[in-house]
């Protein structure tokens, strides 16, 4: 019985580029906003907004997780001014439109880590996330072999959603 839990391997060669690559410095968020928006597409670059901008996440947990952040470099909400902070917030609440419209999940986790111990993986730049979820959609894959499956290529998902950003989707009256 033990040997059939034993963990399998599941080879993917071309991480190694990403695992292999010196890391880039400075702050992703200000750099991915300082690239021409020519290099959007590359960089997952959804909707650049004049106060805030909507990023999809490179390592997402479901398909459509998108990040929302202040153009300023802050690190936490604390430090937004009002102006700011709501924003975020619009751009939130129409990224959740966006992606009820794309792709109909059945809720959404929206949420921010502030400090690195808090989970953070960017601390010096406050973002939200904002992640689509489906019923069901935490099955085996991830208990038994620790393995995450996404069901749509981020390409795709950049694609449809930057086209729905682009024609006002998600806006509220």
């Given at each position: 019985m033990l040997a059939?839990?034993?963990?399998?391997?599941?080879?993917?060669?071309?991480r190694m580029e990403y695992v292999a690559a010196p890391g880039e410095q400075g702050c992703l968020f200000c750099r991915v906003l300082a690239a021409p928006p020519a290099e959007d597409r590359a960089n997952l670059l959804i909707h650049r907004g004049p106060d805030a901008f909507v990023l999809l996440n490179r390592f997402p947990?479901?398909?459509?997780?998108?990040?929302?952040?202040?153009?300023?470099?802050?690190?936490?909400?604390?430090?937004?001014?009002?102006?700011?902070?709501?924003?975020?917030?619009?751009?939130?609440?129409q990224s959740l439109g966006v992606l009820q419209e794309a792709s109909?999940?059945?809720?959404?986790?929206?949420?921010?880590?502030?400090?690195?111990v808090?989970?953070?993986?960017?601390?010096?730049?406050?973002?939200?996330?904002?992640?689509?979820?489906w019923t069901g959609d935490t099955n085996f894959m991830p208990v038994l072999g620790e393995v995450k499956v996404l069901n749509e290529h981020l390409e795709r998902t950049w694609e449809r959603l930057t086209a729905l950003f682009a024609a006002g989707a998600g806006q509220s009256p």
């Open positions: 059939s839990l034993a963990m399998r391997n599941l080879h993917a060669p071309w947990y479901s398909s459509g997780h998108l990040m929302v952040a202040p153009r300023s470099h802050l690190a936490s909400l604390t430090d937004l001014d009002d102006h700011a902070t709501l924003a975020v917030t619009r751009l939130v609440r109909h999940p059945d809720g959404f986790n929206v949420g921010v880590n502030l400090g690195r808090a989970g953070a993986g960017i601390p010096d730049h406050v973002h939200v996330h904002v992640v689509p979820r």
